[in-house]
């Protein structure tokens, strides 16, 4: 049981350059998330997603593309990066409901260290 | 809308002295409320929460918090500091009742623990 997985782990960028991140997981969880997180800043949730096929924006989204083709498959994309992306991400998931309140417990990866040149 | 401050951006204390990091919530129903653990270089790891059950939470390697409504706050405890408790905390509300459990993170606290 792996529990949540990121690739890659580490990665460097041009500006302009495209790239995607891989978030798995193998609990079979609702909902994800990809987080990003900035010195001084905690995290700062970019998008999410509920469900297969579903995705919602969070605070952050701006520049930033998710996939969720299959449930156990959470992508973000950058487009064209710039170096305000230059961050940590984090994936994280959850069952979603637990005795009908959205508070279950999310679980979080390992983390991808971006830097934009 | 929600927000955590967590009041102290690094706390240092002796190994073997009590800990306490400070955290204050706003939010205009009843929360649930988290600490998280993320160590040097890794994820971040759920220390414990509080789901409007008891007021006084334990979690994980003797840690505990109290949920005080009156003062809205949800301070993190540990009795006596080991050196593996070195790491940056999270505190994090939550709305329950709003779907899609959107997590807002406080900025942290450094906890550095002395020999």
């Known amino acids: 049981n792996a529990g949540v997985t990121q690739t890659p782990k580490f990665r460097v960028l041009k500006t302009g350059q495209s790239m995607t991140l891989l978030c798995a997981q193998d609990?079979?969880?609702?909902?994800m998330y990809w987080y990003r997180q900035d010195p001084g800043m905690g995290l700062r949730l970019i998008h999410y997603?509920?469900?297969?096929?579903?995705?919602a924006k969070g605070e952050v989204p701006d520049g930033y593309n998710v996939s969720r083709l299959k449930k156990q498959n959470f992508l973000l994309g950058l487009e064209s990066a710039a170096p305000s992306q230059t961050s940590v991400y984090f994936c994280?998931?959850?069952?979603?409901?637990?005795?009908?309140?959205?508070?279950?417990?999310?679980?979080f990866g390992p983390g991808t260290r971006l830097t934009v040149l | 809308a929600q927000s955590v401050t967590q009041l102290d951006s690094h706390v240092s204390v002796s190994e073997g002295t009590p800990v306490l990091l400070r955290c204050n919530y706003s939010?205009?129903?009843?929360?649930?409320l988290f600490w998280y653990v993320q160590h040097p270089n890794k994820g971040l790891q759920l220390l414990l929460k509080?789901?409007?059950?008891?007021?006084l939470v334990k979690g994980i390697n003797g840690f505990e918090a109290e949920f005080k409504k009156s003062e809205t706050s949800f301070h993190l405890t540990k009795p006596s500091a080991h050196m593996s408790d070195a790491a940056e905390y999270f505190c994090?509300?939550?709305?329950?009742?709003?779907?899609?459990?959107?997590?807002?993170f406080g900025q942290g606290t450094e906890l550095s623990v002395k020999p």
């Open positions: 994280a998931s959850s069952r979603g409901v637990a005795g009908g309140l959205y508070t279950d417990t999310q679980y």
């Open positions: 609990m079979n969880h609702e909902y």
């Open positions: 997603s509920v469900g297969e096929g579903t995705t």
């Open positions: 939010s205009s129903y009843s929360p649930s």
């Open positions: 509080y789901t409007s059950a008891a007021t």
């Open positions: 994090v509300v939550t709305d329950p009742y709003n779907q899609g459990g959107k997590l807002i």
